[in-house]
């Protein structure tokens, strides 16, 4: 399980992200954001080496607020033949030194991860506590022949496409579509809502 230490990043993650989502094609607002942390979870890297996280931020900056759901992994060095637009940032962590901070869609390690949290080899962690389930995110595992193009037990890595939710909004009512993580966030207001940040599909 993955350690979380409770230390300083100069800059902050937030900081970071006030420069990088701007340059997203799939921002909403129109200037310069103000994001506030809302909720998100994490995944553990088999191999201990790759920070994983699933984090909610909140724009605060427009007439009303968005939601965005910023995936980001933690490397200890550059990522080898990462897209050029992949790098969120370097920060200097207080216990770990620089660490390379990527968007999370863009990094083999994380989608990797996603697969095996849909098909049940995997559990979501808490966000800011080490060695923690997170019981909030619920995981709607698609069965042999459920979901689009079948079930993903039987399918290899290369044959799932993982998609990431950016901007999120609240679930509707009914059943949740199968092969999808559902997760929480906090508004500004302090009313909660549930919503889809992943869904894993055939190809």
């Known amino acids: 399980m993955a350690y979380i230490h409770h230390t300083t990043m100069t800059p902050t993650k937030l900081e970071l992200l ?4 701007p340059a997203q094609g799939w921002y909403a607002g129109d200037g ?3 994001p506030v942390k809302a909720g998100g979870f994490r995944l553990d890297d088999p191999a ?18 968005v939601a965005y759901l910023v995936s980001m992994s933690y490397r200890g060095a550059p990522l080898d033949g990462a897209p050029g637009d992949a790098l969120i940032g370097t920060s200097e962590h207080g216990v770990l030194g620089t660490r390379w901070i990527y968007d999370g869609a863009q990094d083999p390690v994380v989608t990797a991860q996603v697969r095996a949290l849909l098909r049940g080899e995997a ?46 909004r609240p679930a509707e009512a009914g059943e949740p579509p199968a092969g999808s ?6 508004w500004p207001d302090g009313t909660t809502a549930r ?3 992943l869904t894993v599909t055939r190809r």
Do not use: K, N
Request: glycine content about 18%; proline content about 11%; aromatic content about 6%.
């Open 18 to 21: 006030t420069g990088w989502l």
């Open 32 to 34: 310069t954001p103000e």
């Open 48 to 65: 201990g080496e790759v920070g994983i996280e699933f984090m909610v931020v909140v724009d605060t900056a427009g007439p009303e607020p």
């Open 123 to 168: 559990a979501p962690q808490h966000q800011s506590r080490s060695d923690t389930p997170d019981p909030t995110v619920t995981v709607h595992r698609a069965g042999p022949g459920d979901g689009p193009g079948g079930g993903l037990g039987d399918a290899p890595d290369d044959g799932l496409d993982v998609r990431f939710t950016r901007v999120l």
């Open 181 to 186: 993580v559902i997760a929480g966030w906090t």
């Open 195 to 197: 919503g889809v940040f």
